[in-house]
């Protein structure tokens, strides 16, 4: 039995399967046991994974690569940055695991067409949220943890398959945007349905920052899909940045933390976040090399945490302002493309991964994080892409 893509090419069942199979596999052990650190494990699953997708079809997936020069560079820039780096086989280890999951994303874009991709992608998520709410739920010694956090004391939170509730819910926030954009585009029931499970998953991992990521990248699908509400969102967004006096804003996001059960420093983010800035002027220009953030970037809070909570301050850490500006331009080529291409969902996870990155770092050490945005860069450089796009605007131009 044979699946059809909608490009007109086929996939053997087996396959079919075995991806899934081994997606879900590899990205939940990998988590499990730690993507801030490289686990060999989780390596020999990833590359199975990757050999399964890209057997047959070399030759796109190279082509894809080399439409992807910010991509190369900044990967390049980074197996540089080891030869700096204070903890050199820490730095090895931590360009090997991006770079593992930079391929498996590129892999999924090439093996698959944006669709199926995207479906695959979004059952894959889907999966690991449900499981992770049924392990923290039957199983709470293995898949809660205890955190103490300044002003707040203990708390308990759900991690299910992962090991911190800020990964649960962001990978559930990207599986909700992705069932959003499958739903306007098929509007089929299942997803819509689906959709509303994930974003439970989201509020249930008690991570604001996955919270207010999942939000905007939900109204980021709704404005690119919706040409009745767009509109009506410009306004809105408008009022909100022009129209409201400066002490309502504050009242918003005053309300808007003790929603989240936040305090105004973000949870001592703020303190890290001067730490980590500290840091920065020390190295400013190279960075102290992947993988390698000094433990003072974080002492200053007076929080026992291993990153800057700030994936834009992390890459600055690690690989300096070149990282940054490498890093910068390829998030940047991406929102021109996504904001013109017809795809939603790519839209969407692309606003979900700049939002949450704001708070928590998702660029450095979150291997299925990268391999979701990995999966986006290529399949924006997809010529599928450009064609569907073409079409777009020449019917468009045949209405006028």
């Not at 499990?32 to 390596?43: E, F, K, Q, R, T």
């Not at 398959?161 to 069932?179: E, M």
């Amino acid at each position: 039995m044979r699946i059809t893509q909608e490009s007109g090419t086929s996939v053997p069942r087996f396959q079919w399967i075995s991806a899934v199979l081994g997606i879900c596999a590899s990205s939940g052990a990998g988590l499990a046991l730690g993507w801030s650190h490289y686990a060999i494990s989780a390596l020999v699953l990833m590359a199975l994974v990757l050999a399964i997708l890209v057997l047959g079809d070399l030759g796109a997936f190279a082509d894809r690569i080399g439409r992807l020069p910010n991509l190369l560079l900044l990967l390049v820039w980074s197996a540089c940055s080891i030869t700096w780096a204070p903890d050199v086989l820490d730095a090895t280890g931590s360009w090997g695991a991006m770079t593992i999951a930079v391929l498996l994303g590129g892999a999924i874009a090439t093996r698959f067409s944006g669709m199926d991709a995207a479906r695959l992608i979004f059952g894959t998520l889907c999966a690991l949220a449900v499981a992770s709410v049924l392990v923290a739920e039957l199983f709470p010694s293995i898949g809660t943890i205890v955190t103490s956090r300044p002003g707040i004391g203990a708390t308990v939170r759900p991690v299910g398959l992962f090991d911190w509730n800020s990964r649960l819910g962001i990978v559930s926030a990207f599986g909700a945007v992705l069932g959003l954009g499958l739903w306007f585009e098929r509007r089929n029931r299942t997803y819509f349905l689906l959709t509303l499970v994930v974003v439970a998953v989201v509020a249930y991992s008690q991570s604001a920052t996955s919270v207010v990521a999942c939000v905007g990248g939900l109204v980021a699908v709704v404005w690119k899909s919706s040409a009745f509400a767009r509109p009506v969102m410009n306004l809105a967004c408008a009022l909100i940045l022009v129209g409201l006096p400066t002490r309502t804003l504050e009242r918003l996001y005053a309300a808007s933390l003790q929603l989240l059960g936040r305090s105004v420093d973000l949870t001592g983010r703020s303190g890290i976040w001067r730490g980590s800035i500290d840091l920065i002027k020390e190295r400013p220009l190279l960075g102290y090399g992947i993988g390698n953030a000094p433990a003072s970037a974080t002492q200053s809070s007076g929080m026992n945490v291993d990153n800057a909570h700030n994936g834009y301050l992390q890459v600055m850490i690690e690989l300096g302002i070149i990282g940054l500006l490498v890093f910068g331009v390829l998030v940047t080529v991406a929102v021109v493309r996504a904001v013109s291409v017809k795809s939603t969902w790519l839209f969407g996870c692309l606003t979900v991964f700049l939002i949450s990155n704001s708070a928590n770092n998702y660029t450095m050490t979150s291997g299925i994080t990268i391999t979701l945005m990995s999966w986006i860069w290529f399949s924006l450089r997809d010529p599928r892409w450009v064609i569907a796009r073409r079409d777009q605007l020449h019917g468009a131009s045949r209405k006028a």
